[in-house]
Each structure stands twice: as C-alpha cells, then as structure tokens.
C-alpha cells in the first residue's frame, strides 16, 4: 500500500507565500520523478512543477522565478515553495510521485495525493 499526502495549502492574500509538502510513503521500492499539478474550477488538471531523482526540475512557463520545487530523496517528500501569489493561482495542487514497489521494482507507476486546496484573495 502507498500513500501520497499533500499539505501546507490554506487562504492567503495576494503578494503572500506558501510552502506545500508531499510525503510518500508505505511499501516504496524507489520514487523516480515527483511533482506537483493544479486545478483550478472548470478548467484541467495542469502541471506547475516537477523533479527527478537526481534533482533536475522543470517548470511551467507560468510560475518560472515564482515557486521553487525541492525533495529529499531519503524521505520521499517534496516541496513547493510557492511565492508572490496571485489570484489566479488559486487551486487544488496535486502531488504525483513515479515510483515502483518491492512487489514489482521494474515498474513504475504514478500515484496521486488528495490534492491540497489554495486559495489566493485578492
């Protein structure tokens, strides 16, 4: 069994930080790349940021020196360091995390959190 948990979402106003935090964990063979998706109401499920096990990132154009993503590889967890928010970042933010399990350690799968709701005011 895997769990992925988000946390750190909450109201803030705009110009204001938050830091979201994905915790995976259970039988976990080994995390390939983790990231963190969001959806706002009435539109898709998009991605905002993403890492790989060597710690390469890759961002969305629209957060690009806004949010800075980070792990640590020995706990399965990743960040989002989300800073100078606007309105329109107000979403649910997803965790996703590539990883295989003991049971079969040649293949990956992607595993979801609940997602985390933020909500920037204005």
């Known amino acids: 069994q895997v769990h992925v948990v988000e946390s750190g979402g909450g109201l803030v106003q705009a110009g204001g930080s938050l830091r979201l935090t994905c915790v995976a964990s259970?039988?976990?063979?080994?995390?390939?790349?983790m990231g963190w998706y969001r959806q706002a109401p009435g539109n898709q499920r998009e991605l905002v940021a993403s890492?790989?096990?060597?710690?390469?990132?890759n961002y969305a154009d629209f957060v690009k020196c806004q949010f800075t993503i980070s792990r640590e590889n020995e706990k399965a967890v990743e960040h989002l360091q989300m800073n100078s928010l606007k309105p329109e970042d107000t979403a649910v933010y997803y965790c996703?995390?590539?990883?295989?399990?003991?049971?079969?350690?040649?293949?990956?799968?992607?595993?979801w959190g609940q997602g985390t709701q933020v909500t920037v005011s204005s």
């Open positions: 890492i790989t096990s060597g710690g390469t990132t």
């Open positions: 259970g039988r976990i063979f080994r995390v390939n790349n």
């Open positions: 996703d995390a590539d990883l295989s399990t003991p049971a079969t350690p040649w293949r990956t799968s992607d595993y």
